[in-house]
C-alpha cells in the first residue's frame, strides 16, 4: 500500500531561501542534489528538529505541521527513524548498548544488525568502528525505532559500491514490507535508482518536478 508525503514549506538558508512542495504517493523519495542546497535542512524539517520554517508537513494523512492553524507535532511524537551524516553513536557504550538503548528487545536487535551485516559488532564500541560500519548501526538503530517514517542523509557513503546495493536492496525491501515511508538525501544517482521509487532534485533551495517513477 502506498503512503503519502506532503511538504510545503518556506525557510531562510545562509545562501537564501530553502522554498519546497512536494507531495509524492510513492514509498520511497530521493532528493539528490549538490552540496549547500537545502537537502539535509529539508530533512531536519521532517524530523521536527527545526522550527524555522513555516508552512504544512503531512506524513500518510497525519499533519505534524501546519503554521497558520498552529499545529505543531514534536519530534519524539512523530517516531522518525533518522540517520544524519554524522551516526550520533554514545562513544561510551558498545553497538548492541547503542541499538538496546530505545528499549529493543535482544531477539530484534540480533535480527536487525544480521540483516544489515552487522551482527559482528554488537560487542564493539564505536571508537572501534570504521566509517562504514558506524553508518550500518545508526541504520540499525533507525529500524530498531519501528518508525513512521524514515530519513536518510547519505546512509551508504562510506561503503564500498557491492555492499551499498546490497543494503539499499534489503533496506528498500524492509520499507516496504511495513509500508514505512522513506526519504533519502544523496549525491550519487545509483543509489537514488536502486532505492526510491522518485527522485527530486533540490538546487539553490529549489525542488524540481520528479522524475518518472522507477518501474517495479
Known sequence: MAVSLRCDVRMPLASGFLEVSLASDQPAVALVGPSGAGKTTLLRILAG???RATGVVDVAGVVWQDTRKGVWVPPWERRVG???????????????????????????????????RAAHLLDRRPRRLSGGERQRVALARALLSAPRLLLLDEPFSALDRPLRMELAATLREWTRSRAVPLVLVSHDEEDARTLADERWHLVDGHLSRPGDPRPG
Open 49 to 51: 528538529v527545526e522550527r
Open 82 to 116: 533518522w540517520v544524519p551524516q554524522d551516526s550520533l553513536l554514545f562513544p561510551h557504550l558498545t553497538v548492541r548498548q547503542n541499538l538496546a538503548y530505545g528499549g529493543a528487545d535482544d531477539a530484534a536487535i540480533a535480527g536487525t544488525a544480521e540483516l544489515l
